[in-house]
């Protein structure tokens, strides 16, 4: 397997692709790089599945959530926004008890206020989808070239706070810049995929195709 470099921050997998250098070799987080991470994202399940998991993300890192993802999923009601708006004081006691997930009271009970304020901004935008896509940047707020230094030095950006602050004004919880800058980056409302990734230039044709929503 290839070193990473600073200058390029890509491994070389064992397909002969060059790859993103977060993934470190891991093949469940080779997948989700492969697959998942950038390619964007309009179904607002998923987008709600994703802001509340990277609330949970805070602090550890993302391939801990990602190897629990099916037990969050089995907990909330698989994130279906509704059904968890409507989770009771013993449903959050039962995802305290729950070791198949992270037992974050303050994280549990901000996804269940967090599915009563999506249920409010898809009354007002007809979808969360509609909602976070209005916020996509434009061209011009992109950098020229998207490096490791690039993604070190920006875990945030102008939208992401801008998101941040208005969902902070709507009374979600757990939704810091970085959170949302994560969010933002997986549900491929930006692509940060390295200069040089094989992903890369895929998900710029499926930006390039996709009908935003709203």
């Known amino acids: 397997m290839a070193e990473t470099t600073e200058s390029d921050g890509l491994i070389e997998g064992p397909d002969g692709r060059a790859r993103c250098f977060w993934h470190g070799g891991d093949g469940e987080y080779m997948r989700y790089h492969d697959e998942e991470w950038g390619r964007p994202v309009a179904d607002d399940r998923r987008l709600f599945e994703k802001i509340c998991l990277e609330g949970f993300q805070a602090g550890l890192s993302w391939l801990t959530i990602l190897r629990k993802r099916d037990n969050f999923r089995a907990a909330f009601a698989n994130f279906e926004i509704a059904r968890v708006a409507a989770f009771t004081d013993d449903d959050v006691e039962r995802c305290v008890g729950d070791s198949g997930i992270i037992r974050h009271r303050g994280k549990i009970v901000s996804t269940v206020n967090n599915a009563q304020r999506a249920l409010s901004l898809q009354a007002e935008f007809g979808s969360l989808a509609a909602y ?72 710029e044709a499926e930006r390039a195709a996709f009908i935003r929503p709203g």
């Open 132 to 203: 976070f896509w209005s916020h996509e940047p434009g061209a011009a707020a992109r950098p020229a070239n998207v490096d490791r230094a690039h993604l070190r030095d920006n875990p945030t950006s102008e939208e992401s706070v801008r998101i941040s602050k208005d969902l902070k004004k709507r009374g979600f919880t757990f939704v810091g810049p970085t959170t949302v800058y994560a969010f933002m980056q997986a549900m491929g409302l930006v692509n940060d995929h390295i200069e040089g990734c094989f992903c890369r230039p895929e998900i």
